[in-house]
Structure formats: structure tokens, C-alpha cells
């Protein structure tokens, strides 16, 4: 991709990179800036252009890709309960699904960011990534209608959609109701670490069950970290209960 300097921003779009993003969404843009702003990052917008970046158009664009994830769920499981269909709904929003998608599409080429932040690998940063690939679902909203939005969602939701035909299950939830049932404390859950550098972090959690040997697990956000710390107590609790029942 092309770069340019204006504002101290490095790595930045111009209009035939524009072009190309417009092409792998598959919409041409009446008002071009407003994908231009869905790729701007905070840094690299000027002081003049204090609405200049994607956080404004994030916000926005979370929603809209709530609403046809909903729609899209609503369609395809016309029998699942509420519950099971609120499960596939957190994971499809989530920022794993939307940084994902980001990839597919390579935003991270797009992306306008000041020096530093592309010196320091922001650029490959999963949770920015999944930021603007809201806000590009959000330009795609107002640029287009609904339908737009909603070609570019079903487009690559699908095949994320495809790959977990069961609800996703949340350990976290999960071990809650397991503590429950049981009469204890609900669970406890204490960062016991975090390693590398601020864009790029892994935590570890580890969980606490009243009566139970503690567990640990590492992702590269707390509530990744959580749930496999919680899957991983949960496995050692269904163990021991077979091997009790064998």
C-alpha cells in the first residue's frame, strides 16, 4: 500500500487504495470519506479532524452488525431457544469473529495510523483490527442503506456460521451453573499475570471453585483467559466424575 505524511500519520490510505478497499466490500461509495474515517485510527487524524476516526462509526457499526447476526440467527434456527441462539449471537459479534473477518478482507493494510502505532505493530493488532472492521460495517450503513451492510455481514458470516453448527458453549457460564447446582460460592476469577508488549498481551487467569483445586488459562484478552481457565476445570471436574461412575 501507499503512504503518505500529512499530520505525522505514516502508512496511510490515499484514493486508489480506497478504491480497492471499496472493491473487496463490493460496494462503490457515494461519499468516499466516510470509508476513508472507517479506517482512520485515532492517531492519525489531524487536530482539524477531531471527528476524523472510526470510533464514532464503531459504536454505530456494532449495532447494525447486531441486528443481522440477530436476523440471520433468527432465520436459520427458527426452533432454538432463546438462550442457545443468545450464545451463537456473542460469539458472531465477538472480537475473534470481527478481527477474522478483518484478515479475510486484509483491513490491515488499509489502515491510516500515525508512526507509532504502526512502529509498534498496531497494524496486526487483533482488537484494532476487530474496531475498524465495525466501523467499516457502519460506512457501508450509511453509505448504502441496510442492504449494504447487510450483503457485506451475510457475506462473511456465513462460513463462521457454518464452521460451529452447535451453540458455542460458555465454560464461564457453564462452571457458574455447575457451582450452583452444587451449593458453593459462585466462581473466582484473579489475573495472575500478563507478558509482552501493550498491543500484543497474553493474560493468564486463574479460577477458584470452593472445595476444588484451582485451574489456569492464558488468552490474549481477560475474558479468553477466563473462559479457558474455566473450560480447563470444567474437563478436570467431568473427568473426575467418570472415573467416580466407572
Given amino acids: 500500500m501507499s503512504s503518505n505524511s500529512q499530520g505525522g500519520a505514516g502508512a496511510m490510505s490515499d484514493d486508489g487504495d480506497l478504491v480497492l478497499l471499496s472493491d473487496r466490500l463490493e460496494h462503490r461509495f457515494d461519499d468516499v470519506d466516510l470509508l476513508k474515517r472507517a479506517v482512520t485510527h485515532r492517531s492519525a487524524a489531524s487536530h482539524q479532524e477531531r471527528k476524523g ?10 449495532r447494525v452488525l447486531g441486528l443481522i447476526i440477530a436476523e440471520l440467527l433468527f432465520e436459520r434456527f427458527p426452533s432454538e431457544a432463546e438462550g442457545k441462539l443468545a450464545r451463537r449471537h456473542a460469539a458472531l459479534v465477538s472480537g475473534e469473529a470481527l478481527s477474522e473477518v478483518a484478515d479475510e478482507i486484509g483491513l490491515g493494510a488499509f489502515l491510516r495510523l500515525a508512526k507509532g502505532e504502526e512502529e509498534a505493530g498496531e497494524r496486526e493488532n487483533p482488537a484494532l483490527l476487530a474496531n475498524a472492521c465495525e466501523a467499516v460495517i457502519a460506512a457501508l450503513y450509511l453509505d448504502g442503506g441496510l442492504p449494504a451492510a447487510e450483503r457485506f455481514v451475510r457475506g462473511h458470516w456465513m462460513a463462521l456460521l457454518r464452521r460451529a453448527p452447535l451453540p458455542p458453549r460458555d465454560s ?6 455447575w457451582a450452583q447446582g452444587q451449593g458453593l460460592p459462585l ?24 472445595g476444588e483445586a484451582s485451574e489456569t ?30
Fill in 172 to 177: 464461564k457460564t457453564a462452571l457458574q451453573e
Fill in 53 to 62: 476516526h472510526y470510533e464514532r462509526l464503531e459504536f454505530l457499526g456494532d
Fill in 187 to 210: 466462581p473466582r476469577y484473579l489475573e495472575t499475570a500478563r507478558e509482552g508488549p501493550p498491543h500484543d498481551l497474553t493474560f493468564t487467569i486463574t479460577v477458584e471453585v470452593e
Fill in 217 to 246: 488459562g492464558e488468552g490474549r484478552s481477560k475474558r479468553k483467559a477466563e473462559q479457558d481457565a474455566a473450560g480447563r476445570l470444567l474437563a478436570r471436574i467431568e473427568a473426575e466424575q467418570q472415573e467416580r461412575q466407572a
